[in-house]
């Protein structure tokens, strides 16, 4: 399997909370998050993944658009193809 690298923007969600909480963005657009589970003891330690862009060019959702990875990178490319599959449904073209 190659490796995988981002596409979008990565930013902490919370600057200076200390969380293991990001969210992507494409330009100004949000694109979906990724946090660290911390709550859940049988999937504490593990990523949840949401994808959560919106907007009037977005008509077609793409379901599943949330779930568990093991870890943060595995999150992040979760929500990253999520995105290009939405932008694919809605007819736009992917980077």
Aim: some cysteine; charged content about 30%.
């Amino acid at each position: 399997m190659t490796e995988w690298k981002k596409k979008y923007e990565w930013r902490v969600t919370w600057p200076g909370e200390g969380h293991n909480d990001w969210s992507a963005y494409d330009g100004d657009r949000y694109i979906g998050r990724i946090l660290e589970e911390t709550n859940h003891y049988a999937r504490k330690g593990t990523y949840i993944w949401a994808g959560g862009a919106h907007g009037a060019d977005v008509r077609n959702k793409v379901m599943p658009n949330n779930g568990n990875c093991k870890t943060a990178g595995e999150a992040a490319k979760a929500v990253e193809d999520w995105y290009d599959a939405l932008l694919k449904a809605n007819g736009h073209l992917i980077k």
